[in-house]
């Protein structure tokens, strides 16, 4: 699978929480960020497209917040 997700240099979630142990853990990075195919099910990319602005940075690509 090639590409990743567009909104990765402004999204929140990626710029700060990238690092953090549960998000390394949980290996969301790979799976969605880097994924563009999967990123399409992240729900942090469905909530900016639905309601035109970013959601919390701590909200993860599964809709829990960290
Ligand atoms: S958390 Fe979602 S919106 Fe943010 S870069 Fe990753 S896939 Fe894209």
Redesign the pocket.
């Known amino acids: 699978m090639s590409g990743?997700?567009?909104?990765?240099d402004s999204?929140g979630?990626?710029r700060n929480f990238k690092g953090n142990s549960e998000v390394i853990k949980q290996g969301?990075?790979t799976l969605?960020?880097e994924n563009r195919e999967?990123?399409e099910k992240?729900?942090?990319?469905k909530y900016?497209k639905e309601k035109g602005t970013p959601p919390p940075d701590n909200m993860?690509?599964t809709g829990k917040l960290l």
């Open positions: 990743k997700c567009e909104f990765l999204c979630f990626f969301w990075i969605y960020c999967q990123s992240c729900a942090r990319k900016r993860t690509p």
